[in-house]
């Protein structure tokens, strides 16, 4: 699969997704497009194969099957993968904490954040004060 070598824009995934798709509520797609480094319309397609309904968000996130084909692997660091009730603080203290370098997941109410080496690549701000309810760290099991 081809991968890009710079990250999308959040701005510019959204553009895509409702010009293109005519999706909204695409966290999810928009978390695993970062997440491996692929187009959004391979991302896209790809998850509607394994049951993601357009616009309807979606918690493939956890599936493994459809990680690997897309070439990842995440690791629960705290909390859950899914969107449980554990609070491990807000998405600004959480992201103060994590490290500098590398790829994560934060799952908050109905909606997953993309947080690459250090930076929210996401709509929700740096200052937010959502409560994060798991974080997971991504593995890219391809040659970036």
């Known amino acids: 699969m081809k991968r890009r070598t710079e990250m999308y ?24 497009t970062h997440a491996t480094m692929l187009g959004f319309g391979k991302v896209f397609h790809t ?4 049951g993601r309904i357009t616009g309807k ?3 493939l996130f956890n599936n ?8 990842i692997s995440t690791e629960v660091i705290e909390g859950h993968d899914y ?3 554990e609070k491990l603080g807000t998405v600004s203290q959480v992201v ?3 490290p500098k ?7 908050v109410r109905a909606h997953i954040i993309h947080v690459e080496n250090g930076e ?3 709509w929700v701000k740096s200052n937010s004060r959502r409560q994060v309810t798991g974080i997971l760290k991504i593995t890219r099991e391809f040659q970036s």
Request: proline letters at 0%.
């Open 9 to 32: 824009e959040y701005a510019d995934l959204v553009r895509i997704a409702k010009t293109y798709y005519q999706d909204k509520n695409c966290c999810t797609v928009v978390a695993m």
């Open 47 to 50: 998850m509607r194969r394994y």
């Open 57 to 59: 968000g979606g918690w």
């Open 64 to 71: 493994e099957e459809l990680k690997a084909e897309l070439g």
């Open 83 to 85: 969107w449980g009730y």
């Open 96 to 98: 103060r904490r994590l």
């Open 101 to 107: 370098q590398g790829a994560y997941w934060l799952l």
């Open 120 to 122: 929210i690549m996401d």
